[in-house]
């Protein structure tokens, strides 16, 4: 694969809480140099990306991020005003204390619920798999596919671990031939993208972009 290939898959990202506007800006020029699938951004900084690059790039951004136990209605909130405010995909994290509790039909109404909200936009859900057994695992993959969700993403990349090779074929699967995947957490250089790519995913999420162009 080519550079610019393996770039198309990638969310180009910057998620720190120390994250300044010269940062994100310069996350958004390399994005449109490098030809990136999106930026993916706090919910702070949409508005002024959008006012700033208009529709040169695609803006995606984090909710219930990075713990995921924010109450449904708040992240409804959440999403509805960063989609008002200009993203054009959402990346939710799933409440893990669902998930501990068993109460899996819970996590989907409520990933069912934002998919409501975004309509026509990309939903991504963060089941973050560091705290996850197998079959909660797979579960997961059958509430993101009920829940008529775009993508199933590994990580946030603020948790024990990242992505693995192993999550991801497990994701092929028990998901549904209308879920896609998206591969996140401690993917840095051009190997690790490509074994990814290979391996079935449609986006990696990543703030190294910049390897593929040094």
């Known amino acids: 694969?080519?550079?610019?290939?393996?770039?198309?898959?990638?969310?180009h990202t910057l998620?720190?809480?120390?994250?300044?506007?010269?940062q994100i800006r310069e996350l958004c020029e390399e994005a449109i140099t490098y030809h990136t699938a999106s930026v993916c951004i706090p919910p702070n900084y949409i508005a002024r990306v959008k006012e700033e690059f208009k529709d040169r790039l695609k803006i995606a951004t984090?909710?219930?991020f990075p713990l995921g136990y924010e109450t449904t209605a708040a992240k409804a909130e959440e999403t509805a005003t960063a989609l008002d405010d200009g993203a054009d995909e959402i990346d939710m994290v799933?409440?893990?204390?669902d998930v501990k509790n068993k109460e899996y039909d819970k996590v989907?109404?409520?990933?069912?619920?934002?998919?409501?909200?975004c309509a026509d936009k990309i939903l991504k859900v963060i089941v973050e798999t560091c705290y996850?057994?197998?079959?909660?695992?797979?579960?997961?993959?059958?509430?993101v596919t009920d829940a008529g969700a775009d993508y199933i993403k590994t990580s946030t990349g603020f948790g024990t671990a990242g992505a693995t090779l192993e999550d991801v074929r497990l994701f092929k699967e028990h998901i549904g031939p209308n879920v896609k995947i998206k591969a996140a957490g401690?993917?840095?250089t051009k190997e690790d993208m490509i074994s990814y790519i290979e391996a079935g995913v449609s986006r990696i999420g990543c703030s190294s972009t910049k390897v593929l162009f040094e």
């Open 132 to 143: 996850l057994t197998q079959d909660e695992k797979i579960a997961m993959c059958r509430s």
């Open 62 to 64: 984090v909710i219930g």
């Open 186 to 188: 401690g993917i840095r």
């Open 15 to 22: 998620l720190k809480p120390t994250a300044t506007w010269e």
């Open 108 to 117: 989907t109404e409520e990933i069912k619920s934002l998919k409501a909200i």
């Open 1 to 11: 694969m080519t550079n610019m290939e393996i770039a198309a898959y990638i969310d």
């Open 94 to 97: 799933i409440n893990i204390t």
